[in-house]
């Protein structure tokens, strides 16, 4: 059965927010600091007509990276006052950091994922910024 073309049309700016929306799991999953880059240079790099969707979605992405960075050093500033790396509290804090932390920026990247690729705006809670 084939496919109307209207069935099938993109949103303006909805490959940007998807791409922006991976760059940000990949920078917590896979490459840290490389994607992180890559993300920054998608958003200086954007025009002045770029989409409101894909301006939302890099927004929130950069937004929550920022925030995993900032928790990230806070987890290991807490490891070193509690005693450094070789301290039994190290697993506990890393346990805990993983499980609350790190895997709830990943859920909610996600969710902005699926949002993206509906060709919605997701501001994340908490650490998004407001879309305009």
Sequence with gaps: MPVSADSEQEIPGQSQAVWAEVLYLSNLLIAPGLAFAV???????????????????????????????????IANLLIILLGGYAAP??????????????STLVLLGVLGLAKAMAGQKYVYPLVGRPCE
């Design 89 to 102: 509290k190290t697993w506990v804090i890393v346990i805990i950091y993983f499980t609350t932390c790190h």
């Design 39 to 73: 993300l920054l240079w998608l958003y200086f790099k954007r025009s002045a007509n770029t989409p409101a969707l894909a301006l939302c979605h890099l927004r929130q992405a950069i937004s929550a990276s920022i925030w995993a960075g900032a928790l990230l050093v």
